[in-house]
């Protein structure tokens, strides 16, 4: 039930709404891998690009102890850091050498996301 509530308040949360992003923040920390995923992929929609809270947040998890929220991570930093944000590119660099495959693989993805020039 916390997982949908989750995803509903992604969906349907004003794009930067401090309270909600604060509320479902929390759930970053929860003992279930489903629910910390279900938190990082709303905090992706409901977050602003550049939001260093939220970024801050979401790379705690880049180290998690499962590749499925590692990989939720990754994306979600993809999605939400400025390209160019150097602690950014940096974090999420070192997932590249992740045991993983789905984590390596999003972890290039996203390197390529956050390096390419705005311009294009």
């Keep these: 039930v916390r997982r ?3 995803e509903s308040l992604g969906q349907l949360a004003s794009r930067g ?16 891998w489903y629910q910390r995923v279900a938190a990082l992929q709303a905090l992706g929609e409901m977050s602003e690009r550049g939001h260093r809270m939220t970024i801050l947040a979401v790379s705690e998890l880049l180290k998690d102890t499962d590749a ?21 590119v940096l974090a999420v660099r070192a997932r590249q050498s992740d045991p993983d495959p789905a984590v390596r693989e999003a972890a290039a993805k996203a390197v390529w996301l956050l390096t390419r020039s705005s311009d294009t």
């Design 17 to 32: 709404d401090a309270a909600v992003i604060a509320t479902v923040s929390k759930e970053l920390e929860d003992s279930r």
């Design 68 to 88: 499925s929220v590692r990989t939720a991570a990754v994306e979600v930093l993809a999605k939400l850091a400025n390209s160019g944000d150097d602690r950014s």
């Design 4 to 6: 949908v509530a989750v």
